[in-house]
């Protein structure tokens, strides 16, 4: 088959726009496709996986290549990591199974291989039919498939051959040249994760393609090792390697190893040193094992699959065995016959502003960088959207978000990362202006990430959904920030932590726990709602009734949410149904990844027979999270979670009959309006005068002690932001993206003077010369003169 070629240059231009700009999909705009109700399918020749190449994504074309959301390089230059999805996951249902089934090598890609580096004059004799240039030139490493045994020492798990490439500046024009090659690692290993899951012989990927309940599998991470070439690596961890409009000088091609998937966990590739010399036997349901003795690799030779002549002796007992499935001459195809990815940019790493500009040493292992913050958010956020099945069109996100950001700000979180979906669902606004310049970039950082949801489904749909989006998001926060916090947590703008008991901060809460070995505290969630005395009638809907009767209410616009929203159901502690909906604090130094309720991946899961036999722990296959490493909040004495997500008024219709004490509402017809219990207590009382029945209760340390230092707080943020001088915002957000780089532009150096820096800004960013030293004031890089 043809390689074809499809280029993205156009929307990924600079290193000022990634991630924003990566081909993950088409964004805002026309789509193939409804991400609701989808009928349409790429089996049934109703969508063209070329034209989806073409405009939005290459995956569906060749579901070997990574779903690439987001990258970045450490802080040492010394590896790239990636951040991608499983787009096998965005549809379930039965009219998708095809395309389901062609996208089985987006699971594939997490299982891992072993490979052996070889001349060209091996690689002719072993696979002489794979192509060749024609003009005989020869400059790439070539690999075989290989077992754990015969592969190199840095490609016993691996699964991407990564090429890199750097501007070479002595030429006219400059032009790209081959600066080495390395092979991917994993974070963790996928398959070992999967083997300790106490799930049977629940295989990695089914054949038939019902492997979703496998959420762990959701989200891939990989690294690609940048080489050891001169100067290579330094100039990629002091930043020096992008230049100061955002242009990058080193790029990576990154170029999957395809083979075929491995079923079941009798399957799974290990050494003894991870799972012992035996791998536990499970109950083979579905018939997995049948696939071994089938799915051989060919070979005209039958004495190539005599062990003890050709092949070095087997370290594990059972478990795949490459030997049988991959033969002695399973050579790869060269890069340029390879389908793959080619230019990624290798932009500056995350940790710029975390540091001193110029402390560009890589002498320190990024696992050992002293933490900048205790405690920081994550928030993926959208100006306006659809919520599940789009069933509601939401357009509070503003408001919410600085009344949340605030609250935060208040109980002790340093620093909010807001992932800005808007671009998602509009062109016309994001949160830019709702974000800046009310808080300060060392309080809020926003990250433009329009990819959108790709299956908005609701859960409960025969093709359930699937947040593509918002789980990436979360992995890239993780992955990205985590190195700089001590705890973390991923929560949308309807969630509030609250400290309780004694506790005034969330700083204190987790730093209290930590000293009882706990690495993660989970919150239980139950769904609060708005309480009567802060709502009004509302007719403005075809369920609402009309003007001069109003069936429904709404939450007034002068009460700040957490207020509104005060009453649960069900009173502290919450009951243990509500595990369902939790969220988590967490150490990322234990937690590997988090997926929205769930710590998928920790160290204890992650700890191999061979570790814990040195350090005297016992050691069993199926794994389970000692409670005391994870614990559920004590919501009276340590915090509490309060959700207050959105009660449209549409949900609150013909209230007065569905509220009044002592009717039986039909199913799905509840009360969705908050009477609370005077004083929190269950009395002889039922119902308040106008006979509306008690429902919910109220936490009185948020009434007492919290909305009145939110109130507070918000109002001291606004009379700060109305005392900016007019225009400051607009200057601030025209060279805002040169700011985030002037670490490295030469305008800071210490020849330029003020006048000269301002000069620079002025013919970058085309603004004033009064507004660029106006800036420049702000930002502490010119004296008043």
């Not at 139950?526 to 009767?549: L, N, Q, V, W």
């Not at 992650?606 to 909040?633: C, M, Y």
Request: aromatic fraction near 10%; charged fraction near 25%; glycine fraction near 6%.
């Amino acid at each position: 088959m043809q390689l074809r070629m499809f280029e993205y240059g156009q929307k990924l231009k600079s290193c000022n726009d990634l991630p924003a700009k990566l081909p993950v999909d088409r964004g805002f705009g026309n789509h193939a496709t409804s991400n609701v109700n989808n009928r349409l399918t790429y089996a049934s020749g109703h969508l063209d996986v070329w034209e989806e190449a073409k405009e939005g994504c290459p995956v569906n074309a060749d579901p070997f290549l990574p779903w690439v959301h987001d990258l970045f390089p450490d802080k040492t230059g010394s590896v790239v990591h990636f951040i991608a999805q499983n787009k096998r996951r965005c549809n379930s249902g039965k009219l998708h199974i095809a395309d389901i089934l062609a996208l089985q090598p987006q699971v594939t890609i997490m299982q891992p291989v072993s490979v052996q580096r070889i001349d060209e004059a091996t690689a002719l004799k072993l696979a002489p039919e794979l192509w060749s240039p024609s003009d005989g030139s020869f400059n790439s490493t070539r690999y075989r498939l290989a077992s754990h045994e015969e592969s190199d020492a840095d490609a016993m798990f691996t699964r991407f051959i990564c090429r890199f490439r750097a501007m070479d500046f002595s030429q006219s024009p400059p032009n790209l040249v081959n600066v080495g090659e390395t092979l991917s690692t994993y974070p963790y290993n996928y398959e070992f994760v999967n083997y300790r899951k106490d799930l049977g012989d629940l295989s990695m990927l089914t054949p038939k393609g019902k492997d979703n309940p496998m959420f762990w599998l959701s989200q891939l991470r990989f690294d690609c090792p940048i080489p050891d070439n001169g100067d290579l690596r330094s100039a990629i961890a002091s930043g020096d390697a992008v230049l100061s409009d955002g242009t990058p000088s080193v790029y990576v091609d990154v170029v999957p190893i395809r083979t075929a998937p491995r079923y079941g966990k009798e399957m799974s590739y290990f050494t003894p040193a991870m799972a012992g010399d035996r791998l536990d036997q499970f109950f083979d349901k579905l018939e997995f094992s049948g696939l071994m003795k089938t799915n051989l690799a060919y070979t005209e030779d039958p004495r190539t699959l005599d062990r003890a002549e050709n092949h070095p002796e087997r370290l594990m007992k059972n478990g795949f065995d490459p030997w049988l499935f991959w033969g002695n001459r399973h050579v790869l195809p060269r890069i340029e016959a390879s389908g793959r990815y080619e230019n990624f940019p290798v932009c500056r790493h995350p940790g710029v502003g975390y540091t001193s500009p110029d402390d560009t040493s890589i002498t320190k292992a990024e696992a050992t960088v002293s933490k900048k913050h205790k405690l920081t958010a994550c928030l993926w956020a959208a100006a306006s959207f659809t919520t599940r099945g789009n069933a509601e069109a939401v357009s509070n996100t503003q408001s919410r978000l600085i009344e949340w950001i605030e609250f935060h700000l208040m109980v002790g979180f340093d620093h909010i990362y807001v992932y800005d979906n808007s671009g998602a669902h509009t062109d016309e606004i994001d949160l830019e202006s709702t974000l800046f310049p009310r808080f300060l970039d060392s309080e809020v950082t926003r990250i433009d990430w329009p990819s959108r949801v790709c299956n908005n489904n609701i859960p409960a749909h025969e093709n359930t959904g699937e947040r593509s989006s918002q789980y990436a998001a979360e992995n890239s926060c993780r992955a990205r920030y985590g190195p700089y916090t001590e705890w973390m947590a991923s929560f949308d703008t309807d969630e509030y932590l609250i400290p309780m008991g004694e506790y005034n901060s969330m700083v204190d809460v987790v730093d209290d726990a930590m000293k009882d070995g706990t690495q993660i505290l989970t919150f239980r969630s139950t769904r609060a709602s708005p309480i009567y005395s802060f709502m009004e009638p509302f007719h403005e809907h075809k369920m609402c009734g009309e003007e001069s009767d109003p069936k429904c209410l709404r939450v007034k616009d002068d009460v700040l949410f957490a207020e509104a929203y005060n009453c649960d159901f069900d009173k502290s502690p919450k009951p243990e149904w509500s595990d369902r909906a939790k969220k988590q604090l967490y150490r990322p130094e234990y937690v590997a990844t988090h997926y929205v309720h769930y710590a998928t991946v920790t160290k204890g899961l992650l700890q191999t027979k061979d570790e814990a036999t040195r350090n005297g722990l016992s050691w069993t296959p199926a794994f389970h999270e000692s409670r005391k490493v994870d614990r559920i909040t004590d919501e009276i004495n340590q915090a509490v979670m309060l959700h207050t997500k959105t009660t449209v008024p549409e949900y609150t219709v013909d209230w007065q009959e569905r509220c009044r004490y002592g009717v039986k509402n039909k199913f799905g017809e509840n009360c969705r309006v908050g009477f609370p219990w005077p004083d929190n207590d269950v009395g002889l009382e039922k119902a308040d005068a106008d006979g509306f029945g008690y429902n919910c209760f109220t936490n009185q340390k948020l009434n007492d002690l919290w909305i009145p230092k939110l109130r507070d707080a918000m109002k001291k943020r606004n009379a700060r932001v109305a005392s900016l001088p007019p225009g400051a915002f607009t200057v601030v957000k025209k060279v805002k993206s040169s700011i985030k780089f002037c670490g490295f532009c030469k305008y800071k150096e210490a020849s330029f003077d003020c006048n000269q820096r301002a000069a620079y800004l002025v013919k970058k960013n085309k603004i004033t010369e009064s507004e660029a030293k106006e800036l420049l004031l702000a930002e502490g890089n010119c004296k008043p003169q």
